[in-house]
């Protein structure tokens, strides 16, 4: 069975890769033959290029050029098609199957993206239509949805989103509520291509952080005697910094950190992952996204307001056991939820 993934798969981003390469990785482990659809639309292309070629600060843009091309290396994993720009040139690809997901691809109050009806199927050619854990990140249940989005969902044959706000807007939509799946990264173990760094005894910093954060973060470094590692982004208040590292770096970093702080959606997931303790610095930009998963694996001690004590979450108690038996039996009601979709074999 030909099968595409649609997803935001080629953005210098750490998560936004893993989570494409996990679900990638899972449907191929199935038999199938899996292409990720090559698709960026021009305006989004251009405002991220202006993110990372910066003409008045030539120090940043040259790190980030040096970054670009590790990503551009690891792109290549993927079975991508030649880029498309439009609906015109979706057209011309055509499959069996087409996977929607994950990561924010609903989202289309984003100004980074802007709005662009080919994430919710306009122009896409496929005999099956399946979303696999999309959100719609900012957009809540209740708000105005656009003619085309609502188009656009009721074409898919099968639903099923990352959370549980975008289950409620799908249920505006539809008339039916979505269910909820586990972000892909919980689909396929990336543990064995991991590059562990090396770094031991440090607390794992990802993600962007407001002053009164930075000072509690360092705080608790003092007070542990451990070095923060700033990992994806330059943070200049860290003991040490590895933005320009490839994602299996990136992975690394992960396994083999002491405790996590992050406000970052996937510093969470891979947090849980390692099974490692970890403070979610919560903003409102990613509520939506992460309150599911932590309410439901007994996690949400994890999360921390902008002027709260990252040490009183880190020592705390992370019950893994009990946080898998929830995430275990939804990775396998996530598996059979993709295998029902794309009529595979239970």
Sequence with gaps: MTTGILTFHDGINYGAFCQVYSLFSYLRSQGLDVQVLNYKNPGFEERERQCFILPGNAELTARNMRKMALFEEAHSLLNMTPRLRSQEDLARHAFDAVVVGSDEVWNFSTELIGFDPVYFSHGVQADRLVSYAPSFGTVNAGDAIPDA??????????????????????????????????????????????????????????????????????AYARKTGKKTVALGYYREWCDVNRDIITPFEWLGYFMQSDCVVTTMFHGMIYSILNRKPFCMFMTDYRRNKVGTLLDDAGLAHAIAGEHDDPAAVLSGHFDYAAAYASIDAKRAFSRQYLAQALGLPL
Aim: include cysteine.
């Design 149 to 218: 989005v609502c188009e656009g969902i009721r074409r898919f044959s099968s639903i099923s989103v990352r959370d549980a706000n975008a289950s409620r807007v799908v249920q505006g939509i539809t008339g039916t509520a979505a269910p909820i799946v586990l972000d892909p990264t919980f689909l396929t173990d990336l543990s064995a291509q991991a590059v562990l760094p090396e770094e031991k005894d440090y607390i794992l910093v990802y993600g962007f952080f407001t002053p009164p954060m930075v000072e509690s973060i360092r």
